[in-house]
Structures are given as C-alpha cells and as structure tokens.
C-alpha cells in the first residue's frame, strides 16, 4: 500500500502556482520522494524526486520539509495542460537496493481552471 | 524525451485467447516494466525485467503471465488464457541503467469479452 497521504483533488487557475502536498509521515531515512503525473489515461510522466535537499527542474519544485514528514510539489505556473492526477510516492532509492516497484496511490486530481 | 512505443494501442479479444503486447525497445534503456490499470483504479506494478530476467513481480503476475526479450527485439508481456479481470490499459516502461526515471508509454487497452 501506499506510504503516502494526499488529498484526492485540488483546483488552481491558470498561470498560478500550483502547491501540491503530500504527507509522508513514516518516511524512512534511505527513501525518495517521487512525483509522477497522469494525464488522462495517458501513461504516468515523470517529474521530479528527491531525498532530503529541496529540488528544481523544467517541470517543477520540490520542496520537503526538514523532518521529512511532508513535501509540496510546486507548479509555478499551472497551463491547461497540468490538469491531471498527481502521484507522491515514497521508495527507497534503487542505487541503494531499493524495491523496483513503484506503488501508486490514488494521487491529487488538479484541475487548472481557465 | 525519449518516446516510448507500445504496440497495438488496442486489443480486443475473447475470454481464453492469448495476447501479447509489445513495447519497442531503445538502446541504453535497460530496464523494462510492465503496470496495468484497471479503469477507474490505480496504477498497479506487475514485473520489472533486466538483463533478460525477471527482477520481481507481483502478485498479480501469475503463470497466465510472462515476460520476454529475445535477442534485443521487443519486451512483451503475453498474457495465456485471458479472463474478463484482464481487461485494463497495460503500461509499458523503461529506465537506464543509471537514472531512476521512469519512462512509461502510452498504453496498451486491452478488452476482453
């Protein structure tokens, strides 16, 4: 089952930012954060994991708290297109030996309103 | 990004029929898995499979399933006698060697009457 907490749908106007939370109470010291995305019945995208430290890419922030007991996905500026299911997954890292399986969760459904 | 073919984008087949769903290979990913969804529920991991074995699977990856690769063409998942619980859109995935990120395709639905 999945290790994650989050709320099962948020809405945010076009051009916002887009926060997304995910509680990961239990976290233990060796697993990642990991968010993925679903676009419809698209297959899940990738768009950022990290461990500790916060991190930024082209798609989005990640910003966990310093216990690590929860993190925020961060969509500066949401579009249509960001409108999807949002999946916060924790996992031990695979160079560390971790579990192939990526367990998905339910996820947040964000719609980005015009 | 690199794109990920899964072949057919649909199949339909009767209860009992064996299937086979394709997903076309890119050189350095080297790491291949299957998740399915059904509709309306999560997306759930089947097998992961590297270097031409199984790395680990699932419960619901049963004997009706299997996995293979040969000779560097395409990663298959066959499934054997289909049930009606089959139907559902069959994900394929794949990742490098050195890079956790996942790449999934846009699916295989598979319907089974």
């Known amino acids: 089952d999945a290790k994650t907490t989050q709320p099962p749908s948020m809405d945010c106007a076009e051009g916002r930012a887009a926060n997304l939370p995910c509680n990961h109470s239990?976290?233990?010291?060796?697993?990642?954060v990991y968010w993925y995305r679903q676009i419809h019945s698209q297959g899940p995208q990738y768009i950022i994991h990290?461990?500790?430290n916060n991190e930024t890419n082209e798609m989005a922030s990640l910003i966990i708290t310093e216990d690590r007991k929860s993190s925020t996905l961060i969509l500066p500026h949401a579009t249509l297109r960001d409108t999807a299911v949002y999946y916060c997954?924790?996992?031990?890292?695979?160079?560390?030996?971790?579990?192939?399986?990526?367990?998905f969760g339910k996820g947040t459904k964000l719609t980005v309103n015009p | 990004e690199p794109e990920v073919t899964q072949t057919p984008s649909h199949q339909v087949t009767q209860m009992g029929q064996e299937v086979i769903l394709r997903c076309v290979p890119i050189?350095?990913?080297?790491?291949f898995y299957w998740y399915r969804q059904i509709l309306g529920q999560k997306v759930e991991f089947l097998v992961s499979?590297?270097?031409?074995?199984?790395?680990?699977k699932s419960e619901i990856f049963d004997d009706q399933f299997s996995v293979e690769r040969p000779d560097g063409s395409n990663f298959t998942l066959k499934i054997r006698s289909t049930k009606l619980e089959d139907s559902a859109m069959y994900f394929c995935?794949?990742?490098?060697?050195?890079?956790?990120?996942?790449?999934f395709g846009s699916g295989t639905q598979l319907s089974v009457l």
């Open positions: 997954i924790v996992r031990v890292g695979l160079t560390q030996g971790g579990s192939e399986k990526l367990v």
């Open positions: 990290g461990l500790k």
């Open positions: 050189s350095n990913h080297l790491y």
């Open positions: 995935a794949r990742r490098t060697v050195t890079n956790e990120k996942l790449f």
């Open positions: 239990t976290i233990s010291g060796n697993e990642y």
């Open positions: 499979f590297y270097n031409n074995e199984i790395s680990e």
